[in-house]
């Protein structure tokens, strides 16, 4: 990137991972401009070309996807998993765990607990909890929506999840608005992990806004009687855009060079730490590692001098790597990132604690919670908030029904 006074920034944002393969790429800028300059924006009908090409082809790639409905945004794809589950399903209940969007319902699946207002249940990650809930209350659940986090569980994880909610004949859905094509081309439901329904959004239009809802046809075809609707779900370009991705994205060794620059980096970045005397965890898939230190305010001190030598760093820890990366940048980005540490060390010597190698379990438990609401110690506080949700859902008012539940005829 550039800026308005001429200095230049290797980024390590994505755009907050919106951007897959690097900034105005070329097939990208091409398809959209074609688009626009031959056929135009947006229609009367929500039918095109480019969309029914897209929804082709993204049943193609996902096991999951039988039929697929698009919108916007992540956070509109999540809430449309949740509205065709409900009407689908006839239930209530969701259970969830991570960062699904900015509404208000998205915001409680990050707290564990029941909020009966949206009727959703977090579970913070707890296989456990999974577990016990499903056992009291599974035949009024919805579906599940997890956000995979991948540097705490591994793919395993997510399968016995997904038999988990299949022997409760419960839908599994996956929020891979950010893994879906960073934890692999075909994100982690392409790594092994069955789903019933599967939203993608990042990277997916390289920047431009769309997001797409692939599962099962039964519940995909809930979206007319559940109510969904948006003018701009008719916008055709993005459409294009996405479809000149996925031909990239499946380009011969795309992938592999990409995912050897986020290894280089990420073992350049651990290299650093340590080196320095910075306990730390750097981990996750390549191409959207995280890097977890004593502080969060240690990591925003690093990032933002970092700043200053010309490397834009997600002040995270979630470092997001694009196609567009090649050795140069690695190596201005771990110059950089070099530089920043000594620096910080020498400035801030607060900051700094400890001699180099992994962090404590402690604060890996911590920042678990802090960033993802992970509740992940077997302890007597975590049995005691599973029992004491459970007891509210089961004894809940069932005359308050969350607003988000649609009509039933």
Known sequence: MTDLSGKRYVDLTGAD???????RHPAVVEAMVRQIRDFGTAFA????????????????RYACAEKVVFHK??????????????????RELVLSCGYHGWHEWQLASELFGYQQ??????????????????EAFGDEVAGVLVSPELLYFDVEFYRRMSALCGRYGVPFMMDEVYTGFRAGPKGVHGLGVPADVVVVSKGLANGHSLAAVMGRRDIIDAYDVSGIQGT?????????????VLDVLDTPGVYGNAEAMGRRLADGMRDVLVGEGIPNWVGGPELMFDVVLPSDDLGWEIYRTAHEYGVYFEDSGTQLVTMAFDEAAVDHALSAFRKAVRQVVVDRPDLVSGSGGELTQERKLDFA?????????????????????????????????????????
């Not at 009908?45 to 193609?60: D, F, Y």
């Not at 945004?73 to 006839?90: F, H, I, K, P, Q």
């Not at 949700?389 to 649609?406: A, G, M, S, Y």
Request: charged content about 25%; overall charge negative.
């Open 17 to 23: 991972a919106a951007v897959i393969l690097g900034y």
């Open 45 to 60: 009908s929500t039918l095109s070309v480019p969309r029914v090409e897209l929804a082709e082809r993204l049943c193609e």
């Open 73 to 90: 945004t992540g956070s509109e794809g999540t809430a449309m998993a949740v509205r065709l589950a409900r009407a689908a399903t006839g």
């Open 117 to 134: 207002t949206t009727g959703v249940v977090g579970f913070g990650y707890n296989e456990k909890a999974l577990g016990r809930m499903l």
């Open 232 to 244: 701009y779900t008719r916008e055709v370009p993005p459409m294009a855009a996405a479809l000149a």
């Open 369 to 409: 919670e802090e960033a993802f609401g992970g509740l992940l110690r077997d302890d007597e506080r975590t049995n005691m908030l599973i029992e004491a949700t459970i007891e509210q859902v089961v004894n809940r008012d069932r005359k308050v029904k969350p607003v988000l539940v649609p009509a039933q005829d």
